[in-house]
Structure formats: C-alpha cells, structure tokens
C-alpha cells in the first residue's frame, strides 16, 4: 500500500516563474493538505482540499493556490516566485472521518523547491 | 489554537530514556496534545496523542499532568535512530479539518 508520494523530489526555478507541485494521497484518504517547511523551521499550513474544495487556509497569499481532482490527488501552484519561497513543501493526506474526530495526517516525503 | 514551547535541542545517549517537555499554559478544554517526529528529509511522522494522564504506545508515552498546561513526551532506552525533530502541537481537532500548527520543535541528537 503506497503512502503519500510527492512529484518532483528537487525543482529549481527562478524569481517570477510559476511552479506547479503533486501530490498523490495514501490509499483510502480523501482530505489533502499542503505544508510548507522553511530550513530549520517547522511546517507552516498553506491550505487543505476536500471535496474538491479549499477548506481551510493559513496565512499564505493568493500567489499560492491549489487544486483537488475527482481521485483526490492535488496540485499546489505558486506564482511570481520569489527568493523567500525556497523550501520543502510537503503534502499530508488524511481520511475525513466526521466534523469531531481527529483524522491523523500522513505526510509525503516533500518537495524541495530553491529559488534562485 | 494554543501556543506551544518547547526546548530548542536535547542531546542523549544510546540507551537512556529521554523526556522532551512542552508547555502550553493556554491549552483549551477540547484541544488535545499530538507529538510529531520529523527525520532529515522527511515528512513528519505521527508519534503519540493524548488528553489527559498518560498514554503509551509502541513508540513512546505521553504523560500529561491533571491541569494539562504541560506535557512530556517519553523515548525509551533511545538509539541512533531516534535522532529528529520532535514537535508538540496542541488543538482542537472540531470541523474534522485538523489544521496542524507546527512549532521549532526541539532536534534530539543521540550520541553513541
């Protein structure tokens, strides 16, 4: 049974391209969220789909968007990129199990994004 | 969600019990405690999550005193492997969204 895979592993890109990030989930998981982990950092929340829906979002700006498609695997696209948005940029799947229960997140591997 | 504070870095040895505290003094009456493991290149990984009074697992316990503004994360006779980051999060989990508000973490460092 695969866990949560990431695509690519390492992306280089420079300041005002746009970079679009995979993400497959676990088996059996319909709620993905994306995190992003500044070195030395600990993840920050960028958003979470379900249903096809952003549900929830952290303090990220709108160059950050994303995408949720009918298998549940999601796309994270950032635009204008800037030197600041260097970091691994990680995707956590999790089973959306009702409105009071804690659905533990299963985190990929991640993706290593330098902007130079 | 409550805020967290926990030591920057812990160093061990092979073998010994290690205790990683956290505090959050602001802690709510539905938020409960979760422990994440991060290795180098990695993703975190969940460890243990908890209350009230002490959970354990395969992995590690997890005690949590009576007025929960605290909580202790604790390693087993630790080995080379268990050199990470390890972090505390503390909320509510409501909505089933379960937004993850990572801190620092502190770097555990197991020597030989």
């Known amino acids: 049974d695969a866990g949560v895979t990431q695509s690519p592993t390492h992306l280089i890109k420079t300041r005002g391209q746009q970079v679009t990030l995979r993400c497959s989930p676990k088996s059996g998981h319909d709620t993905v969220s994306w995190y992003q982990q500044a070195l030395g950092q600990g993840p920050q929340f960028i958003f979470q789909?379900?249903?096809?829906?952003?549900?929830q979002r952290g303090n990220f700006p709108d160059r950050f968007s994303g995408h949720q498609f009918p298998n549940y695997s999601s796309e994270l696209n950032v635009n204008a990129l800037l030197l600041g948005d260097s970091a691994l940029y990680l995707c956590?799947?999790?089973?959306?199990?009702?409105?009071?229960?804690?659905?533990?997140?299963?985190f990929g591997p991640g993706t290593r994004l330098t902007v130079l | 969600l409550a805020k967290t504070t926990q030591p920057i870095s812990m160093d061990s040895y092979e073998g010994q019990e290690v205790n990683i505290t956290c505090s959050h003094n602001?802690?709510?009456?539905?938020?409960?405690i979760t422990w994440y493991q991060q290795f180098p290149s990695q993703g975190p990984r969940f460890i243990i999550q908890?209350?009230?009074t002490k959970v354990t697992n395969e992995v590690a316990s997890l005690f949590i005193p009576a007025d929960r503004k605290s909580s202790t994360l604790s390693l087993p006779r630790v080995s080379l492997s268990d050199t990470a980051v390890y972090y505390c999060l503390v909320g509510d989990w409501a909505g089933g969204y379960n937004k993850l508000i990572f801190g620092a973490g502190t770097r555990l460092a197991v020597h030989p």
């Open positions: 908890g209350y009230k």
């Open positions: 956590a799947s999790s089973l959306f199990q009702g409105a009071t229960q804690y659905n533990e997140q299963f």
């Open positions: 789909y379900y249903e096809e829906e952003e549900r």
């Open positions: 602001n802690i709510a009456t539905n938020d409960y």
